[in-house]
Every structure is written in structure tokens, then in C-alpha cells.
DNA sequence: AAGGTATTAATTGTCGACAATTTAAACTTA
DNA sequence: TAAGTTTAAATTGTCGACAATTAATACCTT
């Protein structure tokens, strides 16, 4: 009989559903930044009770896209210049510092396969011209990969469960395309050849002025919005 | 009537209590390390329902000091050399950028306060010589000033709430003290120092270099525990 | 007696209801 | 009418009980 793998016996709970449900709704922008979550009509919505969806609200704020008060409730979000901001200087740190592991731990196979990954990007970029959703999901997609081979369970943990639904709701909400595209893959393409070449120090560099560059551009769509 | 300040108005929970008091316990190692968590168990010694239990769960988990599987239950983290490694990595990072970021925002007043309270450190270290609990609080205390000036909220949150209690862990845990605790003491001032004469870049460079001394200060103890 | 299976016990996940607190509304008073 | 106070409604925090899942025990088979 056909052996299940060991690790895929996490459980899928309740709480865990109305979670990802809820963090999408968030993140795309259906439930309004600055909006009060009410668990009751949550509650409703989801036909649940309050105890799981009180379980994915702890984590919601653990991924820093609700906010919490006792006694008072819970709140999105509200996007901001500063937060962009705040949150850019962290990537910059620590994606930097993931170059520089990933340069260290991770195996050819894995930047043999983060390659051809990239090729595929660029391929579906050539064919949708300007399509952001792509893009942004193969954005998502690299830096994961890089986060990953860091081998560091904690740095993993921060950028990717805590900080990496924030950066996708700033992208998502401000509808981020445009010129960057084509650029933002050689500049992929760059670090991976560093971290190929197990060149860390580089591939921190080129990593950091990636994301510096993604944060201008950002911030140039926030100013030229008003707000 | 006395005008109540108005963030002071946080209330106190049963879920924030217990919460302190597992925090203080895992910490100090009376909750063994590897040992399961009994929600049953812990919900009697503290005389309250599962539900605020749950909720301090979910926050101990947030700041490592338990890792839990759905359907399975919570187990109190195990200390390796692998986990300090990674731990200390992040600091070094984050700490330097709060460095960087503490030079640019501190304000002339709270850099001073900062200076009496390591001029304060000094005399009671001269006092009790060795003792480790006050030289743990001090340092502590020291980081937490800085972190709190670089003026980042989601940077201030992920060293002060999520991952200091398991710094702290460590060295309690491993009876830090000995011959490192005036030589701490000097590298903080060496920062400070650089802080208050806004040089950010000194700072980090210094705060690294403090950090990783303290990180390989740590690990020979660990070593020579034998695990 | 060893290995595997079925049964029992214990633990976690979820539910609905109540208590404590906060927010909104109604009311009073100047 | 505006401000402050009192009352009512709604929301969050907590509780005890049940359902679903996991861990432990007893049982059977070879």
C-alpha cells in the first residue's frame, strides 16, 4: 500500500480554512483596510462558531494584517507610506541575509530548478505583456524559493508566515505592473547567478537593491495616488 | 478628575496573565524543555477554562517558546546550537538595522537616560560581581532601548515580542555570567557612544560584533555542557 | 512472545450560552 | 441646542459540554 508522507499528516482544521479565506479577502482588498472585523458576522459568513474564527484572528494579527485590542476587537490594516516603508527596511535585512545562507545551503539541484522556475517566469511574462498577477505571483514565488534555502526556520518563519501577506497586500492594493516587470527579472536573474557562483556577499548586494528598487517603485505609485 | 492616560487603557486579561506566568515559567526552565503542554492540566493549576488557555498558546507560540501541531498538542521548544545559530543570525541583522535606524531617531534626551542607565548597570555590576540575573536584565534592557529607538514598529515587534523571550531562554537557561559581563559592558558603551554621535553605520558595525561575541560566548557554554 | 488489530481512554477542536466590558442611544440639564 | 449623564444594545472574554481525532490499552493471531 502506497505510503503517505510523513510530514503531509498536518491536519486541515476549521480554523485554518476561514483563515486562508479570510487573509485572501484582506489581502485583494474585499474587506476594506481600516475596517472593524466583527466575530459575530464573521461567525455567520463562515458558519462556524467564534472559537476558530477567534483562532485564525490570532493569527491574522500575527501576520500583521488585523490589529487587536482587548476587550475592543480587531481592525484591518491600514496601508501607509511609513508602513511600506518599515517593512522594506526588514526585507532588505533579512532577504540579504537569506542570499547569503541560500549561497551556502542550498543544493545545485535546488538553484537548477529556481532557474528553469525563472525561464518559465519569463516566458509567461513575454506572453502577457503588462499582466501583473503573474508577475507578482512569480515575485512571491523567487523570493520564496531563496527564503527557503536559507535553511533558517526562523528567518523562513518571519518573511514568509509573518511579513510576506503584508508586502502582497501593498502590491495587490496598489495594483503594481508597469515597466517594472521586465527589469525586476534580470534583476532575479542576477542574484541567482550569484548564489549559483556561491557567491553570497554579491547575491546580498543585488538582493538588497532589488528590493530597495521594488520599494521606490511602490512608493512612487503611493505618491502619485495622493495618499 | 485625574485624566487617565489614554493608552493605559489596556485591559488585563485572563489570557494575558497566564500567559506571563507560562512565559516566566518556560523560560526558567520549570517547564521542562521537550516536555508536552496539558491543556487540561494547566487550565486546573490556573484555575480557568481552556479558552484563555488556547489564546496563550497561540501567543507562546508566536514568540517560540512552544511549537504545536493540529490535533496533537503543544510541546515546549528544545535548545540546540542550531537554534541559537539561527536565532543569533537574525539579531545580528536586525539589531544593526536598529542601530542604524536608533542614530537617525533617538532624541538627545533619550540617549541620554540611556547613558545613566549604563552608568547605572556599571555600579551594580561593580556591587554584585558575577551575578548574573542583573547583568541578563541590564543587557537586556539595553537592547530593548535601542530597539524601541529605531522607531519601526514591525522591527520592534519581532525582537522584543517574538523573539527575545527565546534569547533570554538561552541564557538563563545556560547560567550565563563569567568573565563576558564587563566587557558587555563596554561594547554597549562603545555603541551608545556612536548613537549619540549619530554615526548609525559604527553602531550597527559595533552592535554585530557584540552580538556575535555574546552569541559565541554562549555557545562555548553550550559545548562544554557536553550537548 | 512478537506483531498487528480492535477497543478504550485521553486530548484537541468546536459549539452555544453567559458574564464583563465597551459602544451606541436615550435622556436630562443648563 | 450642546454637553454631560444614564440607560440600553452590541461586542468581546470566558465557561462548560460535546464531537472529532489521537494516543494508549487490551486483545487476538501466528
Redesign the pocket.
Known amino acids: 500500500m502506497s505510503e503517505v508522507s510523513y510530514n503531509s ?1 498536518l ?1 486541515i ?5 476561514v483563515l486562508h479565506e479570510i487573509q485572501r479577502a484582506i489581502v485583494a482588498g474585499e474587506i476594506t483596510p481600516g475596517s ?6 464573521l ?1 455567520r459568513r463562515f ?9 485564525a484572528l490570532a493569527r491574522l494579527e500575527r501576520c500583521h494584517l488585523i490589529e ?7 481592525r484591518v490594516v491600514t496601508l501607509s507610506i511609513a508602513g511600506l516603508s518599515w517593512l522594506y527596511q526588514i526585507r532588505e535585512e533579512l532577504e540579504g541575509l537569506a542570499c547569503r545562507l541560500a549561497a551556502q545551503h542550498m543544493t545545485d539541484q535546488q538553484i537548477n530548478e529556481l532557474c528553469q522556475l525563472l525561464d518559465l517566469h519569463l516566458a509567461t511574462q513575454r506572453v502577457r505583456e503588462g499582466e501583473s498577477y503573474y508577475q507578482e505571483a512569480g515575485d512571491v514565488d523567487f523570493h520564496y524559493r531563496i527564503i527557503q534555502g536559507s535553511n533558517n526556520p526562523y528567518l523562513i518563519n518571519i518573511l514568509c508566515d509573518e511579513l510576506y501577506y503584508l508586502v502582497r497586500m501593498y502590491r495587490v492594493q496598489l495594483g503594481m505592473n508597469g515597466p517594472r516587470v521586465s527589469r525586476a527579472f534580470d534583476e532575479h536573474k542576477a542574484i541567482l547567478t550569484a548564489i549559483a557562483n556561491r557567491d553570497g556577499e554579491l547575491a546580498d548586494l543585488l538582493m538588497r537593491r532589488h528590493i530597495a528598487a521594488s520599494r521606490l517603485n511602490i512608493e512612487k505609485h503611493l505618491h502619485q495616488l495622493g495618499k
Open positions: 499528516r491536519a482544521t476549521a480554523a485554518d480554512r472593524k472585523i466583527s466575530e459575530p458576522e461567525a458558519d462556524l462558531s467564534r472559537a476558530p474564527l477567534r483562532e487587536r485590542l482587548p476587550n475592543i476587537g480587531a
